[in-house]
T-cell receptor, first 120, second 110 residues
């Protein structure tokens, strides 16, 4: 079975440009989350989508946007790139979003290989 | 706001020695994850801890969770060079997907 896939693997952009990153979740998974990992730090949550709707948003500026398609794949868009946007962007897929009630099974996230974005 | 703290952030170990990485978090949660990350790579899931007192072991690594103390530990036994990597803990707060610690960069030296 294919895991989470992301494209492109690496990307170099200049300040002010925009970028689109893509993610395909594991077959059967309906939720996609995006994380930004700056060098030397832990991943930071950006967005979560489930059934094509935004279900969560982290503390990122409006330059960051995302969407989810009917096939559950997702795009992350970043406009007006800054040097500080250079990072590894990770996509994670899960069956659903959040927790179910009570002691229902956990909703583990599975991470893709990431896209390394360099802004010059 | 959920905060997750790991210590130490850097750890240099001799082969064959034992050591423990600590992960503290600030709000109630009973779901904690440990990941390994090699340089330039994505996150590899190591352990999923789902209840107070949970203990899981895989090879030279053992993870435990104390939800009352809001503490998880990752214990390394008889370290080998192949364990050199960055280790992250992440907590499921129930509201946002995951909140990660800053990671512990482990270097095992001969």
């Amino acid at each position: 079975d294919a895991g989470v896939t992301q494209s492109p693997t690496h990307l170099i952009k200049t300040r002010g440009q925009h970028v689109t990153l893509r993610c395909s979740p594991i077959s059967g998974h309906k939720s996609v989350s995006w994380y930004q990992q700056v060098l030397g730090q832990g991943p930071q949550f950006i967005f979560q989508y489930y059934e094509k709707e935004e279900r969560g948003r982290g503390n990122f500026p409006d330059r960051f946007s995302a969407r989810q398609f009917p096939n559950y794949s997702s795009e992350l868009n970043v406009n007006a790139l800054l040097l500080g946007d250079s990072a590894l962007y990770l996509c994670a897929s899960s069956l659903t979003h959040g927790r179910r009630s009570g002691r229902a099974p956990y909703n583990e996230q599975f991470f893709g290989p990431g896209t390394r974005l360099t802004v010059l | 706001e959920l905060k997750v703290e790991q210590n130490p952030l850097f750890l240099s170990m001799q082969e064959g020695k034992n050591y423990t990485i600590y992960c503290n978090y600030s709000t109630t949660s009973d779901r904690l994850y440990w990941y390994r990350q090699d340089p330039g790579k994505s996150l590899e899931s190591l352990f999923v801890l789902l209840s107070n007192g949970a203990v899981k072991q895989e090879g030279r690594l053992m993870a435990s969770l104390d939800t009352k103390a809001r503490l998880s530990t990752l214990h390394i036994t008889a370290a080998v060079h192949d364990l050199s990597a960055t280790y992250f803990c992440a907590v499921d707060s129930g509201n946002t997907p995951l909140v990660f610690g800053k990671g512990t960069r482990l270097s095992v030296i001969a």
